[in-house]
């Protein structure tokens, strides 16, 4: 998946708004854009003006400014994205490609206005020609090329998909094919049967292998249960492993619980075994209620890989009450682990409420653990600049060493900005040696 990386990166930062428009396109923008599109003015000559320059990138040609006359005044820029797109899609072919052509002009996509342009204009023209938007598509670079083909291949299987396969099936065996086959499962292709069909059109061994590793990967974030039904299309066991716990990671954010009980159900070593935690770590943030509940009736055996000191959740379950934290961290049986439970909460909530995280720092009874929460809540007080959390905390009497620690992490942290309020916390530090220790911490120049 990793030769991969540059191209989803590339393609999902440039169409990232243009993906949203295109899943919606019959049901959703017309419902959410009322005015009439502008007529097109006719395009005017594309010759140099006086000595030769070119116009200044400021200028629009009449076809864009047709399209943003089409769009009303708002500040909504997602509403704006659509009511472009709808005017696109109603535009005459050779206005289209008009519009093409004064995008080709830069080669690169440069705002999610250019990816919402780009794939609404090819989407358009592959209504009146598939084969022949696929061909335009085809003559562009780098990440116009790619997300072109993928709006024109889009459109061309919802609208001939006979057609369409055909077109891929007849395309040589190069790694623009399987990159190709790849983006558009990883854009949402939910279809396994066509995923399928599409991958074993590849006749080459290896790049078919690759592809199909590649295409369930991609698969897991639109169709989790049809990549794992996919799964026993991949030969190799070890291959086969890897791809099953990414699916199993697409699987983890719409069914977080399922997601983790398998993990934790394979054997030591496999991959998706040793993710286990990672997908308690997501589903923490996800739903921090739910994962508590989840934690509290596991074995203990998993309970302490799951707070393990080192690698286990160190920040999470957003959501969760402290009421909540409480009650989950009662049936957990081993102590140090409790403590870590209580921490992992805490720690969540430095930046969001330090005023609930100091308030439960009482239930951590190791007091180095309490300490190093303490300083964390304390860092996130500094940088918010809530000194009114430290006090009303101050105020309850923590255990000095505790006091200590929060209160140089705070100074520490005030002082990247303000070092005289920073001496000022400094002199409430109760221990001797962390409080001159901290002084210097602030006195040295940055």
């Given at each position: 998946?990793?030769?991969?990386?540059?191209?989803?990166?590339?393609?999902?930062?440039?169409?990232?708004?243009?993906?949203?428009?295109?899943?919606?396109?019959?049901?959703?923008?017309?419902?959410?854009?009322?005015?009439?599109?502008?007529?097109?003015?006719?395009?005017?000559?594309?010759?140099?003006?006086?000595?030769?320059?070119?116009?200044?990138?400021?200028?629009?040609?009449?076809?864009?400014?047709?399209?943003?006359?089409?769009?009303?005044?708002?500040?909504?820029?997602?509403?704006?994205?659509?009511?472009?797109?709808?005017?696109?899609?109603?535009?005459?072919?050779?206005?289209?490609?008009?519009?093409?052509?004064?995008?080709?002009?830069?080669?690169?996509?440069?705002?999610?206005?250019d990816a919402t342009t780009l794939m609404a204009a090819y989407a358009r023209l592959a209504e009146f020609d598939p084969a022949a938007a696929m061909e335009r598509a085809g003559s562009n670079k780098r990440e116009v090329r790619d997300i072109a083909s993928f709006a024109v291949m889009s459109e061309w299987l919802s609208k001939d998909r006979p057609a369409a396969v055909s077109w891929f099936q007849l395309l040589p065996d190069t790694d623009d094919k399987a990159k190709f086959?790849?983006?558009?499962?990883?854009?949402?292709?939910?279809?396994?049967?066509?995923?399928?069909?599409?991958?074993?059109?590849?006749?080459?061994?290896?790049?078919?292998?690759?592809?199909?590793?590649?295409?369930?990967?991609?698969?897991?974030?639109?169709?989790?249960?049809?990549?794992?039904?996919?799964?026993?299309?991949?030969?190799?066991?070890?291959?086969?492993?890897?791809?099953?716990?990414?699916?199993?990671?697409?699987?983890?954010?719409?069914?977080?619980?399922?997601?983790?009980?398998?993990?934790?159900?394979?054997?030591?070593?496999?991959?998706?075994?040793?993710?286990?935690?990672?997908?308690?770590?997501?589903?923490?943030?996800?739903?921090?209620?739910?994962?508590?509940?989840?934690?509290?009736?596991?074995?203990?055996?998993?309970?302490?890989?799951?707070?393990?000191?080192?690698?286990?959740?160190?920040?999470?379950?957003?959501?969760?009450?402290?009421?909540?934290?409480?009650?989950?961290?009662?049936?957990?049986?081993?102590?140090?682990?409790?403590?870590?439970?209580?921490?992992?909460?805490?720690?969540?909530?430095?930046?969001?409420?330090?005023?609930?995280?100091?308030?439960?720092?009482?239930?951590?009874?190791?007091?180095?653990?309490?300490?190093?929460?303490?300083?964390?809540?304390?860092?996130?007080?500094?940088?918010?600049?809530?000194?009114?959390?430290?006090?009303?905390?101050?105020?309850?009497?923590?255990?000095?060493?505790?006091?200590?620690?929060?209160?140089?992490?705070?100074?520490?942290?005030?002082?990247?900005?303000?070092?005289?309020?920073?001496?000022?916390?400094?002199?409430?530090?109760?221990?001797?040696?962390?409080?001159?220790?901290?002084?210097?911490?602030?006195?040295?120049?940055?």
């Open positions: 998946m990793k030769r991969w990386r540059p191209l989803l990166l590339s393609f999902l930062l440039g169409s990232a708004a243009a993906a949203v428009w295109y899943s919606y396109q019959r049901r959703e923008i017309r419902t959410l854009t009322s005015s009439k599109p502008a007529v097109v003015a006719p395009q005017s000559s594309r010759a140099l003006p006086p000595g030769g320059r070119n116009p200044k990138s400021s200028a629009k040609s009449p076809t864009d400014a047709a399209l943003d006359a089409a769009s009303p005044p708002t500040r909504n820029g997602i509403r704006s994205l659509f009511a472009r797109s709808k005017a696109i899609m109603e535009l005459p072919r050779d206005k289209v490609e008009a519009l093409l052509d004064d995008l080709g002009k830069s080669g690169r996509i440069r705002s999610p206005l086959l790849t983006m558009l499962n990883f854009a949402g292709a939910s279809d396994p049967t066509l995923s399928a069909e599409l991958t074993g059109s590849i006749a080459d061994p290896e790049k078919r292998a690759a592809a199909v590793a590649d295409s369930i990967r991609s698969m897991a974030w639109s169709n989790p249960d049809g990549a794992m039904a996919r799964l026993k299309e991949i030969e190799d066991p070890d291959d086969r492993a890897e791809a099953e716990r990414d699916v199993l990671r697409g699987l983890a954010m719409r069914e977080p619980e399922r997601a983790v009980s398998l993990a934790f159900a394979k054997p030591d070593g496999d991959p998706s075994r040793s993710s286990a935690v990672d997908f308690v770590r997501q589903w923490s943030d996800q739903d921090g209620p739910a994962a508590l509940k989840w934690i509290s009736s596991q074995p203990p055996e998993i309970q302490a890989e799951i707070l393990a000191k080192d690698n286990g959740v160190k920040r999470g379950f957003s959501g969760a009450s402290s009421d909540e934290v409480k009650s989950a961290a009662l049936k957990v049986t081993d102590p140090a682990q409790r403590d870590q439970l209580h921490a992992a909460w805490i720690n969540g909530q430095a930046s969001s409420n330090p005023e609930a995280g100091f308030s439960h720092l009482s239930n951590i009874k190791d007091r180095d653990l309490q300490a190093q929460s303490a300083a964390g809540i304390a860092a996130e007080a500094a940088r918010a600049n809530n000194p009114d959390a430290m006090n009303l905390w101050l105020d309850s009497n923590p255990p000095a060493p505790v006091r200590s620690a929060a209160i140089a992490r705070y100074a520490e942290t005030v002082g990247r900005n303000d070092p005289v309020a920073a001496a000022e916390w400094t002199q409430r530090i109760p221990d001797p040696k962390i409080r001159a220790a901290t002084a210097a911490k602030i006195t040295k120049p940055q």
